[in-house]
């Protein structure tokens, strides 16, 4: 099966690795020529598979911002637009889920042109909520009908990064403070990152579209996946994927359904009566998930009050797309000065960056997209799932706030699979 799927991909694998190398040896000039000679160069069926893995990787490397892989946040604007153009020119009939964005995008603009401090950038950043939901759902809708076999691709690019990461363990320089950060450059943002890649994997395994993978490739993702979550020292990631992993047991299997029911509910017991740190101390994981930090949520708790009284000021709309950082940073600079604790660098929390930028009427067009993309999935018992799972790391992370981050189009690409026909299931729904 491998030497069949490296034959098949080996161009595509092939160019992936010059699109990589030359960015970072040359950075963005000579990314942006890879991209458009390797686009030109591959044969036609290939030229939309690569747009999507470099569209994916781009965005995957987009929150390193210092380093060799730097250049990724300038790139994705690039290759973006290339990807709109190319989407726009090929027409199909099936109906693009990203104009379900588009309340959430028209109150975002509008409260952003009439309130927003920042301008021209906070305007396109809110457009683009639109344009890379525009972008992935026509592209994969489009892979989708061109060939049958996108989702064993898929995996192996996932794969494929995850086993990048995986083998940059022993390399000191890609951990901060004793947490690894991989290739993004950040511990809790590769956490996140992982737990999206890996309920899109879960999502093409109970659509049957991984059969001809063979099972130890699955397993062996999973083991790794878990274990680079461990090292990141995420708790928010770390949570997320243990409820992901039990709720999808319990909904998806009727016969699991009691056995995980009573084990949850001695789970709870057993940490209301026993002390969480003593807990966590005894099987040896306080340092990395931070037990000294776990009451104030790393600093995040300080910094929500503050958002808090912010947002008290104008609850019902917001002052604008990206207001949640321009306010925490002049806090900062006017109240803590310019040494200052980490937590002080952000938000932290979903909720309170939404309640800062759009207030309560844009909180409730997010909602509603969310509930129109749970209403076109296939598979609608793993869709409430993945929607809560999401939603929980929205709690203590802003990704839903921004739309050029790495989880934004995971999410578009996770409910574009989820919007296909079904072939094969191997669940229950």
């Known amino acids: 099966m491998i030497q069949q799927v490296y034959h098949k991909y080996k ?5 992936t690795f010059i699109f990589l190398l030359l ?3 040359v950075g963005l000039p000579g990314a942006i020529l890879a991209l458009l000679a390797i686009i030109s160069y591959l044969p036609t069926k290939q030229k939309l598979d690569f747009l999507l893995i470099s569209f994916l990787l781009t965005f995957f490397l987009a929150n390193n911002f210092s380093g060799p892989l730097a250049y990724n946040g300038n790139l994705r604007f690039i290759i973006l637009a290339l990807t709109l153009v190319k989407v726009y020119q090929i027409k199909i009939k099936k109906l693009n889920l990203a104009w379900f964005t588009l309340p959430f995008v028209f109150i975002s603009l509008i409260i952003t042109l009439l309130f927003s401090p920042l301008g021209y950038d906070a305007i ?13 759902f026509n592209l994969v809708n489009i892979l989708y009908i061109k060939q049958n076999n996108i989702g064993i691709l898929l995996f192996y690019f996932l794969f494929g990064f995850i086993l990048i990461n995986f083998v940059l363990l022993i390399n000191p320089s890609y951990y901060l403070v004793g947490r690894f950060m991989g290739l993004t450059g950040n511990p809790n943002g590769l956490g996140m990152l992982l737990v999206f890649i890996y309920a899109i994997i879960d999502l ?8 001809g993978v063979n099972k130890k490739f699955i397993l062996i993702n999973i083991f790794i996946i878990v274990l680079l979550i461990l090292l990141t020292g995420s708790r928010t990631a770390l949570v997320s994927m243990l409820f992901y992993t039990l709720a999808n047991k319990v909904l998806t299997n009727k016969k699991a359904f009691v056995p995980y029911a009573v084990l949850a509910t001695v789970g709870v017991l057993f940490i209301y009566y026993i002390s969480l740190q003593d807990l966590l101390t005894f099987i040896g994981s306080n340092i990395e998930l931070r037990l000294n930090s776990l009451e104030t949520a790393s600093g995040r708790t300080i910094v929500w009050k503050v958002a808090w009284e912010e947002i008290s000021t104008h609850l019902w709309y917001g002052q604008g797309f990206m207001y949640d950082n321009y306010f925490i940073k002049d806090y900062a600079d006017k109240y803590i000065g310019a040494v200052r604790a980490r937590h002080w660098s952000g938000i932290w929390s979903s909720y309170f960056s939404l309640l800062l930028n759009v207030g309560i009427v844009g909180v409730i067009a997010f909602g509603w997209m969310l509930f129109k993309f749970y209403q076109k999935a296939t598979l609608k018992a793993t869709a409430v799932i993945y929607i809560i799972t999401i939603l929980l790391i929205g709690i203590t992370e802003s990704w839903m706030a921004a739309s050029m981050n790495p989880f934004t189009p995971l999410l578009f690409l996770y409910f574009a699979i989820q919007n296909q026909p079904l072939k094969h299931t191997r669940i229950y729904q």
């Open 124 to 136: 396109l950043r809110c457009l683009a909520y639109f344009f890379v939901g525009y972008a992935l």
């Open 23 to 25: 960015g970072i040896g």
């Open 11 to 15: 161009q595509l694998f092939i160019s």
């Open 204 to 211: 093409l395994k109970q659509r049957g579209e991984l059969l």
